[in-house]
């Protein structure tokens, strides 16, 4: 897959950004959940950065100086990592763009405004994806966003320029929806950890760069022959979030001879079913696209259903045989929503596993126990 290539582009991009800076462009940082239209930054002339480290226990502990255990560990971990400033993009982000989605993320935005002079942008997101109101607030909040960002930046964002920011943005989209759809196949051509490093490298790499990389690599995976993984079971990994670094349980699974083929999660990943409409409105497009035509996340009012429909569909276009719900500790609205996935995916004789994570060590032996005897539990299952 190319992959000195993009090791080599993410080890200097951290220069090169810096580079940037010095001639004058500015980094705007935003929270993951596919909420924050990387469009409307890259069309300000400003660099896009998504913060979205995860995965570790040092970052979630560090922030228990200001914020409880109640707090999630992936929320935590982005107050961490600002309070220890080892990540470069954490510290050298000149504006945050913070969408107000769970209380969680809610938390980091007000901690990071009560503790840094940096500059911040709070984004309402409606709590509800399909109503009419709902959708005019969210293409208003991204209007103010637009207006602050221009203001901020010193560029004037012109429709010339977000149309070109959707057209780059749809390519990266659509070769990584390209890319996940190759994994159908009945043999492997590239595991679960390879995808979701490469969507993850998407929220850091130059958005250029990453269409040009991820063309080469659906190039190279179309002409390479499959591996077989035998009796490996393929798995759904369904859950509310897997951060940059989150990869323990993805590897464990591996180790225990599963293989997820394909994964559904709200935070950390970019969404890339759907295209936006690049005519008409705009900054409409933008907003239905990244409110009302997408998945919803758990926290959404009346999403349970939608979710549980394209997680039923997902699992037969994949054919997959057991499916593994990954949470984070705390995560209240995937906790409960598991119950209802578990159940129903019983009813129709689909295993499902819950697994949830404090990033500590100590859960990585249970965690090993519980995956190694599931895969040996769904070994032959097909979903109906």
């Not at 400033?85 to 504006?95: A, E, F």
Request: net charge negative.
């Amino acid at each position: 897959m190319q992959e000195e290539r993009l090791i080599a582009h993410l080890r200097d991009r951290p220069a090169q950004l810096k580079e940037a800076k010095r001639q004058g462009v500015k980094v705007i940082g935003y929270f993951p959940g596919n909420y924050v239209p990387e469009e409307i930054i890259w069309a300000s002339g400003a660099a896009p950065i998504c913060l979205a480290c995860g995965g570790s226990s040092e970052m979630a502990e560090a922030a228990l100086s200001v914020v409880p255990h109640v707090i999630c560990p992936f929320a935590r971990a982005q107050i961490g990592e600002r309070l220890l400033k080892k990540d470069p993009y954490y510290t050298m982000i000149d504006m945050l763009v913070a969408p107000i989605t769970c209380q969680h993320l809610r938390k980091v935005s007000e901690i990071w405004e009560y503790n840094d002079d940096i500059e911040m942008f709070k984004l309402g997101i409606p709590h509800k994806y399909n109503g009419d109101f709902e959708l005019e607030y969210y293409a208003d909040r991204l209007g103010v966003l637009k207006d602050k960002l221009q203001a901020f930046t010193g560029n004037a964002i012109t429709d010339g320029k977000i149309s070109e920011a959707i057209e780059l943005y749809n390519r990266m989209r659509g070769l990584l929806r390209k890319i996940s759809l190759l994994r159908r196949a009945p043999d492997s051509l590239f595991s679960a950890l390879d995808f979701v490093k490469l969507n993850h490298a998407s929220f850091y790499a130059d958005p250029v760069f990453m269409v040009d990389f991820l063309d080469s690599v659906y190039q190279e995976l179309r002409e390479k022959p499959p591996v077989s993984k035998g009796d490996a079971p393929r798995l759904l990994l369904l859950g509310p979030n897997m951060g940059y670094g989150d990869y323990k349980v993805l590897e464990l699974v591996e180790a225990a001879g599963g293989e997820i083929v394909i994964e559904e999660l709200c935070e950390g990943v970019r969404y890339y079913w759907q295209d936006i409409e690049n005519k008409g409105d705009l900054f409409q497009s933008l907003a239905r696209g990244y409110l009302a035509d997408r998945l919803p996340c758990a926290f959404m009012r009346d999403a349970t259903k939608t979710r549980f429909d394209f997680a039923l569909k997902l699992a037969k276009d994949f054919n997959v045989s057991g499916i593994i719900w990954y949470e984070l500790l705390n995560c209240e609205t995937y906790d409960s929503e598991s119950y209802f996935f578990a159940q129903k995916m019983g009813e129709r004789d689909i295993p499902m596993l819950i697994l949830e994570s404090s990033y500590g060590t100590a859960d990585t032996g249970p965690l090993k126990t519980r995956i190694d005897a599931f895969i040996e539990i769904v070994k032959g299952g097909v979903a109906q």
